[in-house]
């Protein structure tokens, strides 16, 4: 259970990141925990509808994975074990004609916008474009005050994780911090900002009340 003072703390900045988000035409929701997640997802999920996902530790460490899995959807499953990487792109490809996309997000800011960057840049395009509906499911260590810090968290934490995770060699993966590396490993192409949307309410971020990925 979380302390008093820090309660009050993040109650205040739900009502404001709820406001932000809805200035910039976005919704923005805050569960306690894994299993309202899943309650709120299993009202999405069971209408049959094609589901792709953002490549995401978050949705990993959540199990979203195996329960869109277990859903009754059509699942464009970037994460099937043994798929060549022809039909990884190919799916990456499928994944514009989806009715959901269901990903995270590097940062999000007090003033209601969404950070990241991307390699293949497939997460980030489909979170622009092509989905009819967007789901960002993001930890409270995603929250940034605003754009310098949601900068320095990516430099600093999110890009450096992920070339780790994903045994890169380049400079970060041994300074822990972003080098602008010219390494032909280099992870980082797209740095995108997702600000006001002209759909209104595409995008749905759901913050739930805990760490999870970078
Ligand atoms: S640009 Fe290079 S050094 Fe910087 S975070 Fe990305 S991979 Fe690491």
Partial sequence: ???????????????????????????????KDKEELMHYLRGVLNLQKKVAVGGSVTLNQLGVIDFIRES????IDRYEEGISRDEMMN?????????????????????????????????VAAMIFGPKEVIVIAGLN???????????????CSAPANAMRLNKKTPCVKTGQCNDCH????????????????????????????????
């Fill in 1 to 31: 259970m979380m302390e008093k003072n820090l309660e009050t703390l993040l109650r205040i900045k739900e009502t404001q990141l709820i406001k932000a988000f809805e200035a910039n035409n976005m919704t923005c929701l805050f569960v």
């Fill in 72 to 75: 009754d959807v059509d699942f």
């Fill in 91 to 123: 799916r990456f490809r499928e994944g514009f004609f989806a009715d959901l996309l269901i990903t995270s997000t590097n940062a999000l800011t007090m003033d209601g916008c969404l950070y990241n960057v991307d390699g293949t840049g497939n997460r």
């Fill in 142 to 156: 995603k929250i940034c005050q605003d754009e310098e810090e949601a900068i320095a968290h990516i430099r600093g």
């Fill in 183 to 214: 390494s032909t490993d280099r992870i980082c192409s797209s740095y995108v900002k997702l600000a006001y949307q002209g759909q209104v309410n595409r995008i749905k971020v759901i913050i739930i009340e805990e760490n999870l990925g970078y």
